[in-house]
Antibody
């Protein structure tokens, strides 16, 4: 059974830092891209960042570039999100998700965020 | 970034009703669209991938269609357990973007 378990959320002051972790089980972690997605209270979903299977490529939404860093440790089957210079607007539940790409026999592909963790709440407030 | 406009933002329907939600992309995203269901306090769950493919284990009353900029998500016969918020998501290009969500309630 695929499981993703996040941790590390909490209350932090504006300008502070926090490191989120996500531990994976039930699949070969090193074979998949992984993403972080967040959801502010009462709002929709916002994709934050993703990372390639071997960590060699990373992408971010503009609003977190230069402040957040995504990383992974395949030996520990773990995904991380280092969040610095936190702002009130970063308050959200943060989910990790498996970011899977599959190929049809024709060579075309499809992608899906097919498994999600339960989320961890980050609150940025003074 | 590609903007995803989902409508309606909320919907009230009766058990057994046919329910339709639409999602419009700000540019051509071909078939690169997924639909998720999110129940209160829970993580999103993938229902439809690649615009029209039903995820394994998802009831056949759920379906999706569309290509290019206009997409539709349908529940053929609403059940009480379908009460949730539904989100569309494009993966044609990064950043992935989501619609604002449709909150579905029972009338």
């Amino acid at each position: 059974e695929v499981q993703l378990v996040e941790s590390g959320g909490g209350l932090v002051q504006p300008g502070g830092s926090l490191r989120l972790s996500c531990v994976a089980s039930g699949f070969t972690f090193s074979n998949y891209w992984m993403s972080w997605v967040r959801q502010a209270p009462g709002k929709g979903l916002e994709w934050v960042a993703n990372i390639k299977e071997d960590g060699s490529a990373k992408y971010y939404v503009d609003s977190v570039k230069g402040r957040f860093t995504i990383s992974r440790d395949n030996a520990k089957k773990s995904l991380y999100l280092q969040m610095n210079s936190l702002r009130v607007e970063d308050t959200a539940v943060y989910y990790c998700a498996r970011d899977a790409i599959y190929y049809y026999s024709s060579g075309s592909y499809y992608k899906r965020l097919d498994y999600w963790g339960q989320g961890t709440l980050v609150t940025v407030s003074s | 970034d590609i903007q995803m406009t989902q409508s309606p933002s909320s919907l009230s329907a009766s058990v057994g009703d046919r329910v339709t939600i639409t999602c419009q992309a700000s540019q051509d995203i071909r078939k690169y669209l997924n639909w998720y269901q999110q129940k209160p306090g829970k993580a999103p769950k993938l229902l439809i991938y690649d615009a029209s493919n039903l995820e394994t284990g998802v009831p056949s009353r759920f379906s999706g269609s569309g290509f290019g900029t206009d997409f539709t998500f349908t529940i053929s016969s609403l059940q009480p357990e379908d009460i949730a918020t539904y989100h569309c998501q494009q993966y044609n290009s990064l950043p992935y973007t989501f619609g604002q969500g449709t909150k579905l309630e029972i009338k």
